[in-house]
């Protein structure tokens, strides 16, 4: 891919890591080939976007892209690997006494450095082709397949906790995919052999999947976290009470401490997120007070007592900070 990714993106080389997954996702969802079936343009367009955000939606690669160390395809560039594989070589590589027969050891590095390029070629649809007139000799007829990148869209409590899709692909066909438990907004899933064929014996390449994560209207993810919101009436605050809470895995029950107000936080431990490695998060319920929309005179009644009464000022602290 000779484009640059910052200009396929549409973001500056200072944008950060989220300004470029914003991007990201706004071109991927109006470029997605279920979106747009039969416009190849678009799925042009589209494999482009998801190239560049491979490289630059992973800040190890970014920034060797940024420091020139690999190109826009996320290769190695060739006169680095050249340096890094011949700058310590003795001098005896390169010439001798010997007439002709150091051209073997450079016939090997050129088919080093071509024949790479003829695979990248073959996955880009570029290389060397014509080179010389000598078509792509260098680097043989056998060579992988290309990668085939594509988006899907998933629920949050699929994402969370792990199921099967089915992915619609341009021709019509789908790809049966299985969604990890705890997978995160932005991973990229890679289906071995789901790829082009290859050529000759060349291996078939691979389905590179990004996962996009909607948003749900109860639940938050914070790392392996789970953060919600739980409304809770006067009395349950006032007296305490025992509630039932939702979690990613089902509802549970939560006692909530009398006296509770409005943003106090309970946790309940390891109801968060459970991910295919590693220990499972928390869910952090946030608590908020909810007063009915329509006042009942005895409500009215008891507000009014407790207000002659009460020498409660929540406001005090506030007032002292100021």
Do not use: C
């Amino acid at each position: 891919m000779s484009d640059d990714p910052y200009k396929t993106l549409g973001v500056a080389k200072t944008a950060s890591q989220d300004e470029i997954k914003k991007a990201y996702r706004k071109l991927a969802k109006s470029l997605h080939p279920d979106l747009n079936p039969g416009d190849t343009a678009k799925q042009a367009e589209f494999q482009k976007v998801q190239a560049a955000y491979d490289l630059l939606g992973d800040a190890a690669q970014r920034r060797r892209f940024d420091a020139g160390e690999i190109d826009a395809s996320g290769q190695e560039r060739p006169e680095r690997q050249f340096y890094r594989q011949y700058a310590g070589a003795d001098q005896g590589r390169y010439a001798s006494d010997a007439g002709h027969g150091d051209f073997d050891d450079m016939s090997d590095l050129f088919s080093d450095l071509f024949g790479r390029r003829n695979r990248e070629g073959a996955r880009g649809g570029g290389g060397f082709g014509g080179f010389g007139g000598f078509g792509g000799g260098f680097g043989g007829g056998d060579a992988p397949g290309a990668d085939l990148r594509y988006a899907l869209e998933v629920d949050f409590l699929d994402a969370a906790l792990g199921g099967k899709k089915s992915l619609s692909l341009p021709d019509g066909n789908k790809i049966d995919l299985t969604i990890p438990r705890g997978l995160r907004d932005g991973q990229t899933l890679r289906l071995r052999g789901k790829g082009q064929p290859g050529h000759g014996r060349g291996k078939a390449g691979d389905a590179l999947v990004t996962i996009s994560v909607r948003e749900h209207p109860v639940f938050r993810r914070d790392g392996n976290d789970v953060e919600v919101e739980l409304p809770i009436t006067l009395d349950e605050a006032v007296l305490g009470a025992r509630v039932e809470v939702p979690t990613v895995a089902g509802p549970v029950s939560m006692t909530i401490p009398k006296g509770a107000s409005s943003g106090h936080r309970l946790r309940l431990k390891g109801k968060g997120i459970h991910p295919a490695k590693g220990a499972a998060g928390d869910q952090h319920v946030r608590l908020k007070i909810v007063l009915p929309r329509k006042m009942t005179p005895e409500l009215e009644e008891l507000a009014e007592r407790w207000r002659e009464t009460s020498h409660f000022d929540p406001r005090e602290t506030l007032r002292r900070q100021t």
